[in-house]
């Protein structure tokens, strides 16, 4: 009996070992399995870090370039812009100010025009002011002196020959001669009579004349500072 009972116990230590290293092994293996995996989840987080971080670095390095080009083309627009409306600004205050000389001129032209020409109209048609007018240049005429021989023109409407020729034939020694032309509409003209310089005495020269002259003045009167 007492033979029976060691045989027994022997078989039971024999198994309890055997079980005991199994159960070490799948201990130790877990743990390795542990471990790897372990160590595979934090390679792969660290590795994800690195990506995310990258990919981060990556999208602000994209926020800047963009924010960087917006801002340049903003810039580069508000410059546009502001060479645009000074350029605009200088059209305009150049076309102000032409339009301001027009009027300006427009204003004393209808003033010399009322002052001048309304008062000449009909005044260089009139027989009896233009034989005074040429009187009144020839009569210091020194016939002493040699002097050119010359012509004076006048309206062929005029007659004016026969007065002129009575009233300064002698005065003129014979220098002059009193003719009618077509091409003087008004006043009277004086020529050499090889037409080498001809002298208009017309409504229109005496009105340019006058304009010419008191325009300045005008103008000071009327828009002086």
């Not at 032209?109 to 002011?129: Q, T, W």
């Not at 016939?143 to 005065?171: R, V």
Request: aromatic fraction near 8%; glycine fraction near 2%.
């Amino acid at each position: 009996m007492p033979f029976i009972m060691s045989k027994v116990n022997t078989q039971t230590v024999h198994t309890t070992l055997i079980k005991g290293q199994e159960d070490i092994m799948e201990d130790t293996l877990k743990k390795l399995t542990d471990q790897i995996y372990n160590e595979g989840i934090t390679k792969a987080n660290d590795e994800a870090e690195i990506i995310i971080s990258n990919a981060k670095k990556e999208a602000e390095r994209i926020i800047e370039a963009a924010k960087k080009e917006s801002a340049e083309r903003i810039a580069k627009a508000q410059t546009d812009s502001d060479e645009l409306k000074k350029k605009v600004n200088t059209e305009l205050e150049l076309t102000a100010n032409q339009a301001i000389s027009s009027i300006k001129q427009s204003i004393a032209d209808v003033l010399l025009e009322n002052a001048i020409d309304k008062p000449l109209k009909g005044l260089f048609s009139d027989k009896d002011f233009l034989k005074e007018m040429i009187l009144t240049m020839f009569k210091n005429w020194d016939s002493t002196k040699e002097q050119a021989d010359f012509n004076i023109l006048f309206p062929e409407d005029s007659k004016l020959d026969q007065f002129l020729q009575s009233e300064l034939g002698k005065t003129l020694n014979n220098h002059v001669n009193f003719k009618p032309s077509k091409s003087v509409e008004n006043g009277f003209a004086i020529e050499t009579k090889g037409e080498s310089y001809k002298i208009s005495f017309t409504e229109q020269d005496f009105s340019s004349f006058i304009k010419d002259y008191i325009r300045p003045r005008t103008f000071e009167l009327l828009y002086k500072k």
